[in-house]
């Protein structure tokens, strides 16, 4: 967790930040280092209270280790503390948020686009849906049941009808019922969940652009979780069509702090016209002065943001670029092969059933019982009984009636099904995927 290589590494940045500025005058802070001293040992004792999240054997929320370039260009840029807001407050960061825009547009072949980085995924959706509503004011947003529920909820913010569309038991939206919605000519937005956060569903992009050949809608890439999976090299061929597709959607959302190995809170929004920065326009005369370039303020709904976001993006970015074939896709490759390497120990055994076959590197599975109800109980009950042998999962309940197909010889006696969850979002996961079986198997048949 701690290795003593990053306080040198960051011990040599300091000391050539702090060459900075060598005409002005030298003046010390008055601070008591003693009391700071106590105060962080506090700290670090109260943080004790946490789950293992850097550790592969956490494999339950979608919580991945920041890498140690990101980590250290984060801690490094809070000696200046800037604010991407405006330059005024942060030109050296503003200039790094701008060559990352392109970097990642270029994931999907967008040459020209508008974009900045958002304090995480919802309000990086909040803003491509309120751009959506400028667009089509007063038309609906749909998306999957399987969406996250921050788009319902935005939705009621910006005052605009939301329509959930059923998804089947792959967890991807039905195009059928989507174009039954369309047909009313109420839906002006389609949000496409590209890796959903309950199953890594990534829905059918391509089926959806056909429909927009013949309905007027916009499509907006919910891609916050999957977004960065359009680099690996060994995904299944509808997932690897829809990644495929996404240069054609209107807005994509990506959050570099899941995929992306950086700190909370670093998320992203981009728009494929630019011209959509007219929505935005608005005056602040005392903090756009000090040039006439385009200040990030004048194209964002937040207004102070941290700049260290952006310089710790950067930083990682320049160490591993996001490209095809590179040391960083190799990275998603390991995580989707841990994924299928779990499905597939599980499917073999005899306690547990996967309910679906992985998309992204999210694992689904049931407890095999007689009923649903049963099986609901044994998984939070080896919930419990895993944590006491330091393998830490996620819990999820999914309609009975969906898991029918993997699940044939199980009465459905409930509505609900909740189902063992694992996120193998740490390449290291791959090397193991024996250790998490042997730890799971341990804790059903210890209940």
Same mark, same amino acid.
């Given at each position: 967790?701690?290795?003593?290589?990053?306080?040198?590494?960051?011990?040599?940045?300091?000391?050539?930040?702090?060459?900075?500025?060598?005409?002005?005058? !030298?003046?010390?802070?008055?601070?008591?280092?003693?009391?700071?001293?106590?105060?962080?040992?506090?700290?670090?004792?109260?943080?004790?209270?946490?789950?293992?999240?850097?550790?592969?054997?956490?494999?339950?929320?979608?919580?991945?280790?920041?890498?140690? !370039?990101?980590?250290?260009?984060?801690?490094?840029?809070?000696? !200046?503390?800037?604010?991407?807001?405006?330059?005024?407050?942060?030109?050296?960061?503003?200039?790094?948020?701008?060559?990352?825009?392109?970097?990642?547009?270029?994931?999907?072949?967008?040459?020209?686009?508008?974009?900045?980085?958002?304090?995480?995924?919802?309000?990086?959706?909040? @803003?491509?849906?309120?751009?959506?509503?400028?667009?089509?004011?007063?038309?609906?947003? *749909?998306?999957?049941?399987?969406?996250?529920?921050?788009?319902?909820?935005?939705?009621?913010?910006?005052?605009?009808?939301?329509?959930?569309?059923?998804?089947?038991?792959?967890?991807?939206?039905?195009?059928?019922?989507?174009?039954?919605?369309? $047909?009313?000519?109420?839906?002006?937005?389609? !949000?496409?969940?590209?890796?959903?956060?309950?199953?890594?569903?990534?829905?059918?992009?391509?089926?959806?652009?056909?429909?927009?050949?013949?309905?007027?809608?916009?499509?907006?890439?919910?891609?916050?979780?999957? #977004?960065?999976?359009?680099?690996?090299?060994?995904?299944?061929?509808?997932?690897?069509? +829809?990644?495929?597709?996404?240069?054609?959607?209107?807005?994509?959302?990506?959050?570099?702090?899941?995929?992306?190995?950086?700190?909370?809170?670093?998320?992203?929004?981009?728009?494929?016209?630019?011209?959509? #920065?007219?929505?935005?326009?608005?005056?602040?005369?005392?903090?756009?002065?000090?040039?006439?370039?385009?200040?990030? #303020?004048?194209?964002?709904?937040?207004?102070?943001? /941290?700049?260290?976001?952006?310089?710790?993006?950067?930083?990682?970015?320049?160490?591993?670029? /996001?490209?095809?074939?590179? @040391?960083?896709?190799?990275?998603?490759?390991?995580?989707?092969?841990?994924?299928?390497?779990?499905?597939?120990?599980?499917?073999?055994?005899?306690?547990?059933?996967?309910?679906?076959?992985?998309?992204?590197?999210?694992?689904?599975?049931?407890?095999?019982?007689?009923?649903?109800?049963?099986?609901?109980?044994?998984?939070?009950?080896?919930?419990?009984? +895993? *944590?006491?042998?330091?393998?830490?999962?996620?819990?999820?309940?999914?309609?009975? @009636?969906?898991?029918?197909?993997?699940? /044939?010889?199980? $009465?459905?006696?409930?509505?609900?099904?909740?189902?063992?969850?694992?996120?193998?979002?740490?390449?290291?996961?791959?090397?193991?995927?024996?250790?998490?079986?042997?730890?799971?198997? $341990?804790?059903?048949?210890?209940?």
């Amino acid at each position: 967790m701690y290795d003593s290589k990053e306080i040198d590494a960051l011990k040599r940045a300091l000391e050539k930040l702090s060459k900075a500025n060598p005409t002005l005058p !030298v003046f010390e802070s008055s601070v008591d280092w003693e009391r700071i001293d106590t105060v962080l040992g506090q700290v670090a004792g109260r943080m004790h209270d946490n789950y293992p999240y850097h550790h592969p054997l956490y494999a339950g929320q979608m919580l991945k280790p920041p890498h140690p !370039v990101a980590r250290l260009a984060y801690a490094l840029s809070l000696w !200046v503390n800037p604010n991407n807001h405006a330059l005024d407050g942060g030109r050296a960061s503003s200039a790094m948020e701008k060559e990352l825009i392109p970097r990642i547009a270029s994931m999907w072949g967008w040459d020209e686009c508008l974009g900045h980085l958002t304090g995480g995924g919802t309000m990086a959706n909040l @803003e491509a849906l309120w751009v959506a509503g400028q667009l089509h004011p007063g038309r609906g947003i *749909a998306g999957s049941s399987q969406a996250h529920y921050t788009h319902s909820r935005i939705s009621s913010v910006l005052g605009l009808p939301y329509q959930a569309i059923d998804a089947g038991p792959d967890g991807r939206m039905d195009t059928a019922g989507l174009e039954a919605a369309l $047909a009313s000519g109420d839906i002006g937005t389609v !949000v496409v969940t590209m890796g959903s956060t309950g199953l890594g569903a990534v829905d059918p992009l391509p089926a959806i652009l056909e429909l927009r050949q013949r309905y007027d809608f916009r499509i907006h890439a919910d891609a916050a979780y999957g #977004g960065y999976f359009t680099l690996a090299s060994d995904l299944h061929d509808d997932t690897r069509n +829809a990644f495929d597709a996404l240069g054609a959607v209107d807005s994509i959302v990506i959050d570099p702090h899941k995929h992306g190995l950086q700190p909370y809170g670093c998320g992203s929004v981009l728009f494929r016209d630019p011209g959509v #920065g007219r929505f935005y326009k608005h005056g602040s005369p005392y903090t756009y002065f000090s040039s006439t370039e385009l200040h990030l #303020g004048e194209i964002s709904l937040e207004c102070s943001r /941290p700049g260290a976001a952006a310089v710790a993006l950067w930083a990682t970015m320049e160490l591993l670029p /996001p490209k095809p074939g590179g @040391e960083f896709a190799a990275m998603l490759d390991a995580c989707l092969d841990a994924a299928r390497a779990l499905h597939d120990a599980l499917a073999k055994g005899s306690l547990f059933s996967p309910v679906h076959v992985p998309e992204l590197d999210i694992v689904v599975y049931a407890v095999n019982a007689a009923s649903s109800s049963t099986a609901s109980d044994l998984a939070r009950r080896v919930f419990a009984a +895993a *944590a006491d042998k330091d393998l830490h999962l996620a819990l999820i309940d999914l309609p009975a @009636e969906s898991c029918a197909d993997a699940l /044939p010889d199980m $009465a459905r006696d409930s509505k609900t099904l909740s189902c063992l969850r694992s996120t193998l979002m740490k390449p290291e996961h791959a090397d193991w995927v024996d250790e998490i079986v042997a730890r799971l198997n $341990a804790a059903r048949q210890s209940i």
